[in-house]
């Protein structure tokens, strides 16, 4: 059975220049996730015509809107690229730019031409979840992202805190630590019917 071999990662993205390509609707939404997840993010998009929504999504969260074609220099000083354009052959251009570059890219839905995926992603507090099912089901992720903000407590960031205070009380090397949070935090597994 094949198996999902993707790394996850959580991206300090006000730290990060992000380019996306594409000015339509899968812009938006790519805008929205990204935005939804890490509203300080660092964004530029770009392209020769930029749906209303997309604008006011755009200005909302202060992304620096470019209405212009597509060129290799917009890579200039970016970490991600996300190429979501209508023409094949444009976003097929921006994969091998980034290639050249070392530049991270996503090539909307068409996942051989993706160094990462945006999965589905909760956010409850301090508490992050990223969900991946390796570029094949979307709406699996959907799903899922749904399920874990319904059973997810709000409050689930007075835990984390605590937890932290409580880690930072702890004295000794790193492996006596590790075993004092794993034995103090046990119950929150343990099924006791």
């Known amino acids: ?36 997840s890490s509203p300080d993010a660092q964004i530029t998009l770009v392209a020769p015509l930029i749906r209303e929504g997309t604008a006011e999504k755009a200005k909302a969260f202060q992304v620096h809107l470019v209405r212009a ?36 890219v996503n090539v909307a839905d068409n996942p051989p031409l993706c160094d990462f995926y945006m ?34 407590p709000e409050d689930i960031s007075w835990m984390v805190e605590n937890l932290n205070r409580f880690r930072k009380t702890l004295k000794g090397d790193f492996e006596s630590k590790v075993h004092k949070m794993n034995e103090v935090t046990q119950h929150l597994i343990t099924n006791k019917n």
Do not use: W
Request: some cysteine; charged content about 25%.
């Open 69 to 104: 074609s597509y060129h290799a220099g917009y890579l200039q000083g970016k970490h991600l690229v996300i190429a979501c354009t209508d023409k094949p052959q444009v976003n097929e251009k921006i994969y091998q730019d980034c290639r050249l570059r070392n530049i991270l």
């Open 119 to 152: 999965g589905g992603i909760v956010t409850k507090g301090h508490v992050k979840i990223a969900i991946s099912t390796n570029g094949k089901s979307p709406t699996t992720a959907k799903r899922l992202r749904q399920f874990f903000e319904e059973i997810l």
């Open 1 to 36: 059975m094949e198996k999902n071999n993707l790394y996850p990662v959580f991206l300090k993205t006000a730290q990060l220049e992000i380019l996306i390509v594409g000015g339509g609707f899968v812009a938006e939404e790519k805008l929205h996730f990204l935005t939804k």
